[in-house]
C-alpha cells in the first residue's frame, strides 16, 4: 500500500484518542475558552477541555495561549482545569448508518444523547458518530489481484430500501486487493485488504476541507423543487446553489422542508442550524411517514438530518454547516445527487460573530468578522456538480440551498449580501406577499437565477417551454407596471388590452405561482404537469382579446365565470393533465367567444 | 433561586472587589469558581445580594449582581461562593403565592416548601424527545381561534405597543383559556419583568383572587426593583413550569411581560461589559438568549403535560422590525400584533390579524380536531381582508366612487370583520361561533369569489346574499 501526501490522507481507523499535549484552562468567556501549555497545538485541532472532556476546537495562538470554542456548556468549568489537546482536527465520521440518522453539530446522534428515558440533552456525552455493532451485509466489487486507486469501487452494502451505499478505496491509497470478506461486517470490520493492509467501511474526513473529486463539470440539469415558481421563473441546477432571503415568517422553513421531501435528489442532508426544535420534530414525525416521490421507500431513509436548534450550545451550530456539507460531500462521491438544505445560514453566521466578539476580534460591518465572506464562500464552493474520484465512472452533485434571515428583513446586511454574491439563485422571500397569504412568497420580480437551463427543459419536458417562461415573466412584469398605475389612478385609468393584462397577471400569480404546502394534492408539481397549466393561462390570454377585438365588453371579459376554472387546474388528476389542459383551454375559447 | 441560608461547608472564602461597573463587579481570589456559578455579595449593611460569574480570567472574575450594586463598595464588600449555580425551588406549595423576580416571597407569608431544587438555565430539550403541539386551545377570541390558532406547548408572542391592552389580553386568554372534551385545568405561572405597580395590582386581581389563586403564581420584577434580576425571573418561572408540565404532567401556560424590559436588561449588562454592540446597542448574543427562554416551551413524548408561552412585548415605536420584536418572531412560533389603529376605533381586542400568524394552526386544526372547513375558511377571510384593506387604501387615493363594484364589496366586508369578527367586546366566543361568524361574513360574495374553500365546504356553509345586500 502506498499512501501520498499522509495531511490529505483519508482516516478510516475507528476511535484514536492520542492526547499530544496536556495544558490548563486559565480563561473562560461562555464558550470560548483559553489554555496554556499546549505547545504543540495547530489551528482547528480538537481538544479535550476540563474534567468532563468537552469537545472543542483551537480556533485561535497567539504565543502560549491557546484560543478554543467549545461545542457544548461551559457552566461550572474552572480555570485551572485540564485541557488535552488531540493533534487532530474535527472529523466527520462517515460510513453506512447516516441515512435516517439525526445528529447534533459536531455528528453525535440525538439518540445518545439523551439516554434512559431522559427529557434534555446531558453534557459531556461523546457517543460514536455511527453504529459500531450494527453489520452490514457488503457486497464487493473487486476481486483479489484487481489494482486499485482512490475513490474505486470496492464494493457495497443496501442501506435502506434505496439506497446503495458505496464503500470506496480511500484517499491516499492504493495497491493490490490481497483479501475480499463478502459478509456481515460492522463499519470496523475489514472488508478488503489492499497490499496486505485490512480496509475497513468507516471513513473518518476533517469537516473544514472539500473532499476532492476529479472534475467539476459544467451545470446543465436542473434539481426539480415541485414547487412551480422555483422551477418555472429561478430554477436551480443540480450542483448549484440557492439562497431563500426572507424576513420571519415568510416561508423560509416551509419552502426548505418542501425542497426536502419533493425535490429530486437522491439524498438530502437537512441542517436545522439554530432554528426552532419544534421544527424538527415536525420532520421527524412527518418524514417517516412520507415516501420518497421517485423510489417509494420511506422519505427518513434518503435523508440524514443535523439539528443543532437554537438553544443548543452556539459553536456546535457552527460546526454544523460543516457536518453537513462534509457528508452531501460524501454521498456525492459515491456518484449521488445530493441536496443540502441550510435553515438558516444567518445563525451559523451568527454564531461566528458571537465567538469572534469574545476573541476580541476587529468587527466589520454589523459587528461580523471580516472573514465572514471567506468563509460563506468555503461553504458554497462546495456545491458543485462534477466527475467522482475513481472507478468505474460516477457523477455526483451536492446542491446547497441555505434560508437566510436578515435581521428586520432588510436584505442589505451582511449575510444576505454576500451570500448574493456566491449563490446562483436568490430567492427572495417577500414579506408584504406572505401577508397577503401569497405562498410560497418569492418576489417574482427580485428574484433571480442564474443557471442557464432553458435547453433542458425544452428538451425534456417541451419544446414550448422557454417561450413560455419567457412570456410568463414579462407577462408578471407588465401586470406589475400597471398594478402601479392602479394604485394612482384606479383601474378605470387603463385601456382595454390592459386590463386584460391585469387579468392575465392575476391568473398566472394566483393560479399558478401560487402553491400551498398544506395542499395535499397540489403541494408539489412535476414540471409536465406545470407547463400544462402555463400553456392554459397563455392561451386564456389570447381568447380573451380576440373577445376584446370583436367588441365584447371588458368587464364582461375580465369577469368571465370561466375563468375560476383555472383556479381548478391544480386539483386535476395527475395522470390526465395534458387532456386537461387541452379541454379546458377549448372550454374558455368557446365561451369567450360566446360572450 | 434559593434563599436557604448559607450553609458553611459550601460557603467558601471572602474575595475582594477590585472594581465596580454598572451591574458588574470585577472580583479578585476567585480560584476554584465555576463558570456562570452563583456567587453571594455580602456589603456589611443591607441583604445579601446575588450575581452570577460571568467570565472568568486567571483568579480575576466578572460578577453580574442581581440586586444591583447600589451601595457596594471595593472595602465592606465580600463576595462568597457555593459551588453550583443558581436553582430555584420548584413545586406546587408556589401556587396562590407572589414572589419577588428572584423567585422569593414578596407577599409577607411563609417559605414555599418545594418539592425540589433546579438549575434555572435549565437543560436544552433534545428535539427527538420533543412531541410536536398538535391540541388546539380555545381562548374565546375570535381572532385567535378562527385564524391564529393557538395550541397546547406552543410559544406565541403579542407584540404590543405602549398603552396598548396586551396586558387584558393576555389575562384573558390565561382565564379563558380551554381544550374541547378536556377539563385538565391549566395552571398559570405568571412572570412580570419592570412593570408598575398598576400593573401588577391587576395581574395580582386576575390571577391571584377567586378561584385561579389555587393554580396559579406570580413572579412580580417592579420598574423601581433592580433591572438586573429581570434577567433571573423568566428562568426562574421557566423552571417551575419545565417542572409542572414535564415531571408532574399539568398544562402550563407561562405569561411573560414584558421582554422589552428584559432585553433591556440585557443590553445593559452588555454595555457594562463593553461588548461590542449589535443593532441598536442589543448584544449579538440577544437571539441565542431569548431562544434559550422561548424554546423551554413544548410537550414532550410520552408525556401529557404541556408549556404554552404567551410573552408580551413593547414594540419601540410600534417598530415591528426592532430587534426585540424581529428576534422574538424569529424564535417564536409566530406573533399576535396588536394595532393601534383598531384599538384607537375601540376594537376589543385590537388584533391586527394580517401581520399576525400561528405557525402551530396547521397542526391544531381540521377534521378530527375543530372542523375540516377551518383552514379554508381561514385563508378565505385572510384573502378577502387583505384585500378590503388594499381596497381601503386605494380608496384613500382615488376615492370611492373610483371603485368598480367588486372592489367595494371588499370593503365592506373589511369594515364588517372588524366590527363583528375582530371587535367581540368581552364576550367568549365559543370556536363553532367564531366559524359561524365567519362564514357569515363572506356571505356577501359569489361562490365563484371563493377561491380558498372547497366546493364542498362552499355547499355546506355558504349561503350567498342577494346582490343588493353587499351595497351597505
Ligand atoms: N408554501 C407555503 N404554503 C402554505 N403556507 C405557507 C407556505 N410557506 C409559509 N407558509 C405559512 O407561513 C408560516 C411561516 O412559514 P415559515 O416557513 O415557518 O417561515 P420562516 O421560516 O420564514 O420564518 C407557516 O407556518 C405557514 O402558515
Ligand atoms: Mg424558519
Redo the contacts between chains.
Keep these: 500500500m502506498t499512501t501520498t501526501d499522509p495531511a490529505s490522507r483519508e482516516s478510516w481507523s475507528g476511535n484514536r484518542r492520542v492526547a499530544t499535549d496536556s495544558g490548563r484552562v486559565?480563561?473562560?468567556?461562555?464558550p470560548v475558552v483559553s489554555a496554556t501549555g499546549l505547545p504543540h497545538t495547530r489551528l482547528f485541532d480538537v481538544v479535550r477541555v476540563g474534567v468532563e472532556q468537552l469537545l472543542g476546537e483551537v480556533i485561535k495562538i497567539d504565543g502560549d495561549l491557546v484560543v478554543t470554542q467549545v461545542f457544548e456548556n461551559?457552566?461550572?468549568?474552572?480555570?485551572?482545569e485540564p485541557v488535552e489537546a488531540t493533534g487532530e482536527p474535527l472529523y466527520a465520521e462517515l460510513g453506512p448508518g447516516l441515512l435516517g440518522a439525526?445528529l447534533d453539530g459536531t455528528q453525535r446522534p440525538?439518540?445518545n444523547?439523551?439516554t434512559d428515558?431522559?427529557?434534555?440533552?446531558?453534557?459531556g456525552a461523546d457517543p460514536p458518530r455511527l453504529d459500531r455493532d450494527l453489520r452490514w451485509d457488503f457486497r464487493p466489487a473487486v476481486d483479489v489481484g484487481d489494482r486499485v486507486g482512490p475513490g474505486d469501487l470496492l464494493g457495497s452494502v443496501p442501506e435502506g430500501r434505496a439506497i446503495e451505499h458505496r464503500i470506496l478505496v480511500p484517499t491516499g491509497v492504493s495497491g493490490v486487493v490481497t483479501s475480499v470478506r463478502p459478509e456481515p461486517s460492522t463499519i470496523l470490520d475489514p472488508v478488503v485488504d489492499v497490499d496486505g493492509h485490512p480496509v475497513a467501511m468507516l471513513r473518518r474526513w476533517p469537516l473544514r476541507r472539500a473532499r476532492p473529486v476529479a472534475n467539476r463539470l459544467p451545470l446543465t440539469v436542473p434539481l426539480i423543487t415541485g414547487q412551480r415558481v422555483l422551477d418555472l421563473l429561478f430554477p436551480v441546477a443540480r450542483g448549484g446553489s440557492a439562497i431563500i432571503p426572507g424576513?420571519?415568517?415568510t416561508g423560509k422553513t416551509v419552502l426548505e422542508q418542501a425542497l426536502a421531501k419533493f425535490s429530486t435528489a437522491d439524498i438530502v442532508v437537512y441542517v436545522?442550524c439554530?432554528e426552532?426544535?419544534?421544527e424538527?420534530?415536525?420532520v421527524?414525525?412527518e418524514f417517516p411517514e412520507l415516501s420518497d416521490p421517485r423510489t417509494g421507500a420511506p422519505l427518513m431513509e434518503r435523508t440524514v438530518l443535523i439539528?443543532n436548534?437554537?438553544?443548543?450550545p452556539?459553536a456546535a451550530r457552527e460546526a454544523s454547516i460543516y457536518s453537513g456539507i462534509t457528508i452531501a460531500e460524501y454521498y456525492r462521491d459515491q456518484g449521488y445527487d445530493v441536496a443540502m438544505m441550510a435553515d438558516s445560514t444567518s445563525?451559523w453566521g451568527?454564531a461566528l460573530?458571537?465567538v469572534s466578539?469574545r476573541l476580541e476580534e476587529m468587527?466589520a460591518e454589523?459587528?461580523y468578522p471580516a472573514y465572514l465572506a471567506t468563509r460563506l464562500a468555503g461553504f458554497y464552493e462546495r456545491a458543485g456538480a462534477v466527475t467522482c474520484l475513481g472507478t468505474p465512472e460516477r457523477t455526483g452533485a451536492v446542491t446547497i440551498v441555505g434560508a437566510v434571515?436578515p435581521?428586520?428583513?432588510?436584505f442589505s446586511e451582511p449575510i444576505t449580501q454576500n451570500s448574493l454574491r456566491l449563490a446562483g439563485c436568490f430567492w427572495a422571500l417577500d414579506t408584504a406577499l406572505s401577508?397577503?397569504?401569497h405562498f410560497p412568497a418569492v418576489n417574482w420580480l427580485r428574484s433571480f437565477s442564474q443557471y442557464g437551463l432553458d435547453e433542458w427543459f425544452d428538451r425534456e419536458i417541451g419544446s414550448d417551454w422557454s417561450p413560455l417562461r419567457r412570456w410568463a415573466s414579462a407577462a408578471l412584469q407588465d401586470e406589475g407596471a400597471l398594478q402601479e398605475v392602479?394604485?394612482?389612478?384606479?383601474?378605470?385609468a387603463l385601456a382595454a388590452e390592459q386590463r386584460i393584462t391585469l387579468r392575465i397577471g392575476q391568473a398566472l400569480r394566483?393560479d399558478l405561482l401560487q402553491q400551498s404546502s398544506?395542499d395535499d394534492l397540489d403541494a408539489s408539481c412535476p414540471p409536465q404537469r406545470l407547463l400544462a397549466m402555463l400553456r392554459v393561462i397563455h392561451e386564456t390570454g389570447a381568447a380573451m382579446r380576440s373577445a376584446h377585438q370583436r367588441g365584447v365588453a371588458i368587464?364582461a371579459i375580465t369577469?368571465a365565470?370561466v375563468l375560476?376554472e383555472l383556479?381548478r387546474m391544480r386539483r386535476w388528476p395527475p395522470d390526465h393533465v395534458d387532456d386537461s389542459a387541452t379541454r379546458l383551454i377549448q372550454r374558455i375559447a368557446e365561451e369567450m367567444s360566446s360572450l | 433561586m434559593t434563599t436557604t441560608a448559607a450553609h458553611p461547608a459550601f460557603t467558601v472564602g471572602h474575595r475582594t472587589v477590585t472594581r465596580v461597573a454598572g451591574p458588574l463587579l470585577v472580583v479578585d481570589g476567585m480560584d476554584g469558581v465555576g463558570y456562570g456559578e452563583l456567587v453571594e455579595v455580602e456589603t456589611g449593611d443591607g441583604p445579601v445580594r446575588e450575581g452570577q460569574v460571568l467570565e472568568l480570567d486567571g483568579s480575576t472574575a466578572i460578577v453580574q449582581v442581581f440586586g444591583g450594586t447600589v451601595g457596594i463598595g471595593r472595602r465592606e464588600t465580600s463576595v462568597l461562593t457555593r459551588g453550583r449555580a443558581a436553582r430555584t425551588g420548584v413545586g406546587t406549595d408556589y401556587f396562590g403565592r407572589v414572589l419577588d423576580g428572584a423567585g422569593r416571597p414578596r407577599d409577607g407569608g411563609p417559605q414555599p416548601v418545594p418539592d425540589d431544587y433546579r438549575h434555572v438555565n435549565g437543560l436544552p430539550l433534545n428535539p427527538i424527545t420533543r412531541a410536536h403541539p398538535d391540541q388546539f386551545i380555545e381562548t374565546g377570541v375570535s381572532a385567535i381561534d378562527g385564524l391564529i390558532t393557538l395550541v397546547r406547548g406552543q410559544k406565541l408572542p403579542i407584540f404590543s405597543g405602549a398603552g396598548l391592552p396586551a396586558n387584558s389580553l393576555a389575562a384573558r386568554i390565561a382565564a379563558q383559556a380551554r381544550v374541547p372534551g378536556d377539563d385538565a385545568e391549566v395552571v398559570v405561572v405568571f412572570a412580570a419583568m419592570g412593570v408598575t405597580r398598576r400593573e401588577a395590582e391587576f395581574f395580582r386581581t386576575e390571577f391571584l383572587t377567586g378561584g385561579a389563586a389555587a393554580r396559579s403564581v406570580l413572579l412580580l420584577n417592579l420598574a423601581d426593583d433592580p433591572t438586573i434580576e429581570r434577567l433571573m425571573t423568566p428562568r426562574v418561572a421557566l423552571t417551575m413550569a419545565e417542572y409542572l408540565a414535564f415531571e408532574q404532567q399539568r398544562h402550563v401556560l407561562v405569561v411573560m411581560t414584558d421582554m422589552t424590559a428584559y432585553c433591556e436588561a440585557l443590553r445593559e449588562i452588555s454595555a457594562a461589559r463593553e461588548e461590542m454592540p449589535g443593532r441598536r446597542g442589543y448584544p449579538g448574543y440577544m437571539y441565542t438568549d431569548l431562544a434559550s427562554l422561548y424554546e423551554r416551551a413544548g410537550r414532550v413524548r410520552g408525556g401529557t403535560g404541556s408549556l404554552t408561552q404567551l410573552m408580551i412585548l413593547t414594540m419601540p415605536d410600534d417598530d415591528i422590525t426592532h430587534p426585540i420584536p424581529d428576534l422574538t418572531g424569529y424564535i417564536t412560533e409566530g406573533q399576535i400584533v396588536l394595532s393601534r389603529e383598531l384599538d384607537r376605533q375601540g376594537i376589543e381586542p385590537p388584533i391586527d390579524v394580517l401581520p399576525s400568524l400561528s405557525r402551530l394552526m396547521n397542526a391544531g386544526i381540521g377534521a378530527g380536531k375543530t372542523r375540516d372547513d377551518h383552514r379554508g375558511l381561514a385563508d378565505q377571510l385572510y384573502a378577502c381582508y387583505a384585500r378590503g384593506r388594499e381596497v381601503r387604501r386605494l380608496m384613500s387615493i382615488v376615492g370611492e366612487s373610483g371603485l368598480p363594484v367588486e372592489d367595494r364589496r371588499y370593503l365592506a366586508f373589511a369594515a364588517a370583520f372588524e366590527r363583528t369578527y375582530l371587535d367581540q367586546g368581552p364576550d367568549r366566543r365559543t370556536l363553532a361561533g367564531t366559524l359561524e361568524v365567519g362564514w357569515q361574513l363572506l356571505s356577501p360574495f359569489p361562490a365563484a369569489e371563493l377561491k380558498r374553500v372547497s366546493a364542498e365546504q362552499l355547499a355546506r356553509h355558504h349561503h350567498e346574499a342577494s346582490a343588493t345586500a353587499t351595497d351597505d
Design positions: 486559565v480563561r473562560i468567556s461562555g461551559t457552566t461550572g468549568l474552572q480555570v485551572g439525526i440525538l439518540q444523547l439523551s428515558g431522559a427529557l434534555y440533552i446531558a453534557r424576513g420571519f415568517g436545522g439554530g426552532r426544535g419544534n424538527l420534530t415536525e421527524l414525525e439539528a436548534t437554537s438553544n443548543m452556539v445563525r451568527e460573530r458571537e466578539s468587527p454589523d459587528g434571515s435581521a428586520g428583513g432588510d401577508r397577503q397569504r392602479v394604485s394612482l389612478l384606479g383601474v378605470e394566483e398544506f368587464t369577469s365565470a375560476t383556479g
